[in-house]
């Protein structure tokens, strides 16, 4: 991965998202001035033993990374996803963007 794009600003993004709970829709421009922490993940990353547990401690840290402004999001194409998948990407994007 190349560092020519950190400390950069990222390209203006708009997506929907499920934010505790509720579908709604976020913008870069809702984390002006906050760093952000992307976690890009597939549906088949639910069950991946290395993966779980890494998203399991992240959630349980966001204290810690508000208090260094860092915006932790979890970013997936399969959010529309009916079923109980809907559940676990609830629990995602809701542990990460408080």
């Not at 020519?4 to 829709?25: M, Y």
């Not at 990353?45 to 810690?64: G, K, L």
Request: charged residues 15%; aromatic residues 14%.
């Amino acid at each position: 991965m190349s560092a020519t794009l950190h400390g950069k600003p990222a390209p203006d993004f708009r997506l929907p998202a499920i934010v505790s709970g509720s579908i709604t829709e976020l913008s870069s421009s809702d984390f002006d001035g906050k760093n952000i922490v992307l976690l890009f993940y597939a549906r088949r990353c639910y069950h991946d033993e290395p993966f779980a547990p890494s998203v399991i401690t992240w959630s349980q840290r966001v204290a810690d990374f508000h208090a260094r402004n860092t915006q932790l999001l979890a970013v997936s194409t399969e959010w529309g996803i009916v079923g109980n998948q809907v559940i676990l990407l609830t629990f995602f994007i809701a542990a990460f963007y408080v």
